[in-house]
């Protein structure tokens, strides 16, 4: 009887820290911009390194199914070009994007995080330059969940708001510009989702909240 309630007892405190886990209230902050910001749609046209998927992130995958940078020593860190594009899904610019992963996934935190550098090419106008944090944890919650019993159309389908504040508290955002985007500041907050046409990267929509400095 008692190893019954001690088997009971231990089967209980897992299933009170994993509900904790997923469900902590006390999560690292995340923020969105202002409605009124101006929303594109993007895609990655060429893409280099791993894709930062939940398996990826945790170690559990090397991502050996993506394309190399070809330096052996950068193994957390991609490089692509994507496409953005307007509300009625026209080519409105094209953008440069670096990403690496920010420090260890701290699972008891919920920081699962990478940092983006993004530079942004409107033709005949400017460009914009930003620095992101995105934490994965969403995504890393949804597949955990997932792998506890809903099925794989959970992760598929879903979206994920990954913007959110770095841990150490460092400004992010838009840096600066060029053209006519000179002496431009502000904000931009992004969601990201599994990019139907290539399956092991995610598109997604980015939205600018620009300011004039």
Known sequence: MRKLIGIIGFLCGIGAGL????????????????????TYQWRA?????????????????????????????????????????????QPAALATRLTAINKSPDMFTEQVGVDTYTNIFWANAGSLLMH?????????????????????????NGSFAVSAVPPDGEPTGIVGGSGLFSGIGGRYSETIWRDTEQPDLYAGSISLDIDVR
């Open 19 to 38: 509900f904790m886990l997923l469900n902590n209230p006390l999560g690292p902050p995340a923020y969105s911009v202002a409605e009124t910001s101006d």
């Open 132 to 156: 992101g944090y995105e934490n994965r944890w969403p995504l890393v919650r949804t597949n955990m969940v997932a792998a506890l019993g809903a099925s794989d159309e959970v992760i598929d």
């Open 45 to 89: 046209l060429e893409f280099f390194g791993i894709s930062f998927t939940p398996a990826e992130l945790l170690g559990i995958s090397s991502g050996s199914t993506n394309r190399s940078l070809g330096a052996k020593e950068v193994k957390l860190a991609s490089a692509s070009i994507i496409l953005l594009l307007d509300e009625s899904g």
